[in-house]
């Protein structure tokens, strides 16, 4: 798994692809617990910018882990995050952490966490000079994010890779085993028919370019990636360490 979930276009997981592979490995979890997050409206966004798919995403993937899926989930062990849903919390950035931190103080060891996260995908300037290979963070986008805050060089609200990484690290420290699927970068007709009128209904990128968060182009311009002795950009590194003992 890797903290580097959202690079470039971002990793766009086929989550039948990941639930078929479910059949090889937590059979003889102790529980079973699963987040799904689904982000379709952002509020401080256009609308233009929304999507329609993610909200189905939820449905289908709630759905599947009652009633499909190769080992036992509860309605109690699953936690539902989505706009659009009837009963579900809203895909907040403060629900989802709290969401993680109810995972970290129940989880034991032998669990199994289920992770699925569907919605906007991006990229802004990295919080810490030097961190990151490209110098850029790469962000999931909660439903109360709003435009880029020059006074403190951040996105508000957006979910940092590293701040996830944290999240999930508290969860395998414990000695559960996570699994995760982000889908944040959308695959185009492969799957999908002739769009249906809806103005919601219509091929779009689950990414958003930093521009269109209100990033000033001459930040962007300013970044600047770490290099190697030679002078070319620094390959990026993509695990995510883990300072537990679980198998993670």
Known sequence: MTNRFLRKCGVALAANVAFGSLLAFPALAQNNYALVVAVSKYENLDETLWLAGPVNDAKLVHEY???????????DGITLLADGIEGAAA????????????????????????????????????????EEQDGLDELFLPSDISNWDMSTGTIPNALVDDDLGEMINRIIDKGANVWAVFDSCHSGTVTRAGPSGDPLDVEKSRKLGATALGIPQDVLDAVEPVRTRSGSPAPETATLETSGTGEG
């Open 91 to 130: 895909p907040t950035n403060a629900h989802i952490q709290e969401a993680f931190a109810a995972l970290a103080e129940k989880a034991e060891a032998g669990d199994f966490v289920f992770l699925h996260f569907s919605g906007h995908g991006s990229q802004a300037p990295a919080r810490v000079e030097g």
């Open 65 to 75: 882990l009652l009633d499909g899926a190769p080992i036992d989930f509860t309605e």
